[in-house]
């Protein structure tokens, strides 16, 4: 049984999910040749019909709670044709989604969304972060010239007449058993969030904290803890350790999506790697943004519990999936 030392500290009472499936709708990588990964399985390629990757990152999570499935999109990737191919290949009906989440501003996770909105129903509850709505922009590492990041346009969704919008600061339940995690906590000294970062004020530029980003965390029965990021700006380990308080759950399951260390330090890499040892999940699935000198390092250290991530895989947590061997 998870344990639960933070319960008292706890601001939920989470319903338990007795099956979670995460579907990576799209990601930075695809292969169709690796084998499926535990409790997973990875979409294979056939004649005239692949997986898109991309840099985007797009998620599709059933929670069955109570024998009843209920169904969420978390992010939306980058290139609308491409996610949409990937919909229709991993058989997504978007009609049947009862939420609609964006983790952050940025336009690799929300590029994608209004063409996934014309085919929800009508009244669908769209929750975003506050800051969702800004423009940003970006200087590159080495670079004095602003990158133009655009705008995900509120007015634009509200003439759609879709989706309805709910700004989260605090955690809420989404869907029964997955929750979003309002403001994340900054707790931990290394994690700094992303330098260069920028959005339009009233007046002037003004420096880009993402402290809006949001992640979503599920209770599943008898497991613990899914925390799903999308780019865990604040830093996965505080990412986890703020689900983990706000679940009032210590036991993690599965910490799997972004974790923005690409262009990190290895030293940054290290205590992170050392800390979600510490934290100790299943499952360690970083994607996205997470950077390939961070992902070779959470496959060396932890190879009995990571996972390499591909576009289009489907995991499946719950009562009837085992643990790591």
Same mark, same amino acid.
């Given at each position: 049984?998870?344990?639960?030392?933070?319960?008292?500290?706890?601001?939920?009472?989470?319903?338990?999910?007795?099956?979670?499936?995460?579907?990576?709708?799209?990601?930075?990588?695809?292969?169709?040749?690796?084998?499926?990964?535990?409790?997973?399985?990875?979409?294979?390629?056939?004649?005239?019909?692949?997986?898109?990757?991309? %840099?985007?990152?797009?998620?599709? +999570?059933?929670?069955?709670?109570?024998?009843?499935?209920?169904?969420?999109?978390?992010?939306?990737?980058?290139?609308?044709?491409?996610?949409?191919?990937?919909?229709?290949?991993?058989?997504?009906?978007?009609?049947?989604?009862?939420?609609?989440?964006?983790?952050?501003? %940025?336009?690799?996770?929300?590029?994608?969304?209004?063409k996934i909105l014309e085919q929800g129903v009508s009244g669908t509850p769209l929750y975003v972060g506050e800051g969702a709505f800004v423009h940003r922009y970006s200087l590159r590492p080495g670079s004095q010239d602003l990158r133009d990041m655009g705008q995900l346009e509120r007015e634009?969704?509200?003439?759609?007449?879709?989706?309805? +919008?709910?700004?989260?600061?605090?955690?809420?339940?989404?869907?029964?058993?997955?929750?979003?995690?309002?403001?994340?906590?900054?707790?931990?000294?290394?994690?700094?969030?992303?330098?260069?970062?920028?959005?339009?004020?009233?007046?002037?530029? *003004?420096?880009?904290?993402?402290?809006? *980003?949001?992640?979503?965390?599920?209770?599943?029965?008898?497991?613990? #803890?899914?925390?799903?990021?999308?780019?865990?700006?604040?830093? +996965? +380990?505080?990412?986890?350790?703020?689900?983990?308080?706000?679940?009032?759950?210590?036991?993690? %399951?599965?910490?799997?999506?972004?974790?923005? #260390?690409?262009?990190?330090?290895?030293?940054?890499?290290?205590?992170?790697?050392?800390?979600?040892? @510490?934290?100790?999940?299943?499952?360690?699935?970083?994607?996205?943004?997470?950077?390939?000198?961070?992902?070779?390092?959470? @496959?060396?250290?932890?190879?009995?519990?990571?996972?390499?991530?591909?576009?289009?895989?489907?995991? #499946?947590?719950?009562? *009837?999936?085992?643990?790591?061997?």
């Open positions: 049984m998870p344990t639960n030392k933070h319960q008292n500290e706890g601001v939920l009472t989470p319903s338990e999910v007795e099956r979670l499936v995460v579907t990576v709708v799209t990601d930075n990588y695809y292969d169709s040749l690796r084998a499926d990964p535990p409790s997973g399985k990875r979409w294979k390629v056939s004649p005239g019909a692949s997986i898109h990757a991309e %840099h985007g990152l797009s998620y599709h +999570i059933e929670a069955v709670v109570n024998g009843k499935a209920h169904f969420l999109m978390f992010d939306y990737g980058l290139d609308p044709a491409g996610v949409l191919n990937n919909i229709g290949l991993l058989g997504i009906d978007l009609r049947k989604v009862n939420a609609f989440g964006l983790s952050h501003g %940025h336009f690799d996770h929300w590029s994608g969304l209004m634009a969704i509200e003439r759609q007449g879709i989706a309805r +919008i709910i700004e989260v600061r605090k955690p809420v339940e989404v869907i029964p058993g997955c929750y979003m995690t309002g403001n994340i906590e900054k707790i931990t000294e290394y994690e700094k969030g992303s330098p260069g970062r920028f959005f339009k004020g009233d007046t002037t530029l *003004e420096e880009d904290d993402l402290s809006g *980003e949001q992640a979503i965390a599920c209770n599943v029965k008898n497991k613990g #803890l899914v925390v799903i990021s999308g780019c865990a700006h604040a830093g +996965i +380990i505080n990412t986890v350790r703020h689900a983990q308080k706000m679940m009032g759950i210590d036991k993690v %399951h599965v910490v799997i999506g972004g974790f923005h #260390l690409v262009n990190a330090s290895q030293e940054v890499i290290d205590k992170t790697v050392d800390d979600m040892e @510490a934290i100790a999940p299943d499952y360690v699935i970083p994607a996205h943004c997470t950077g390939f000198e961070a992902i070779l390092s959470f @496959a060396k250290r932890a190879p009995r519990q990571f996972i390499l991530n591909t576009a289009g895989t489907q995991y #499946l947590f719950g009562e *009837e999936t085992q643990r790591c061997p």
